[in-house]
């Protein structure tokens, strides 16, 4: 089955760094878009970045870009999104997520997402 496995959260000082990193398996990884999504104590989800099957085209919410980088090995069935200038808003937890059709019906898939806190 498919299967997302984030790592890399923990406890950040606000403008350090994390990488963060999701484990695929259960599909053909090469053949889709990923995205990270977060979600905030009390809050709901919210996009972060996605990128294309091939890891040629990224985007970015507002939020983030130009500090985050969203980077996919289809070699490893890893992405990645390398974090910088983590400020305390990007407290939350972060999931992996693809979409994909199977019989017919779409799917969302999620990880278990990992922590990540931004704190003084």
């Known amino acids: 089955e498919v299967q997302l496995v984030e790592s890399g959260g923990g406890l950040v000082q606000p403008g350090g760094s994390l990488r963060l990193s999701c484990t695929a398996s259960g599909f053909t990884f090469s053949n889709y878009a990923m995205s990270w999504v977060r979600q905030a104590p009390g809050k709901g989800l919210e996009w972060v970045s996605t990128?294309?099957?091939?890891?040629?085209?990224?985007d970015y919410a507002g939020s983030v870009s130009g500090r985050f980088t969203i980077s996919k090995d289809n070699a490893k069935n890893t992405l990645y999104l390398q974090m910088n200038s983590l400020k305390l808003e990007d407290t939350g937890v972060y999931y992996c997520?693809?979409?994909?059709?199977?019989?017919?019906?779409?799917?969302?898939?999620w990880g278990q997402g990992t922590q990540v806190t931004v704190s003084s």
């Open positions: 997520n693809t979409h994909m059709t199977n019989y017919g019906d779409e799917h969302d898939y």
């Open positions: 990128i294309n099957s091939g890891g040629g085209r990224t």
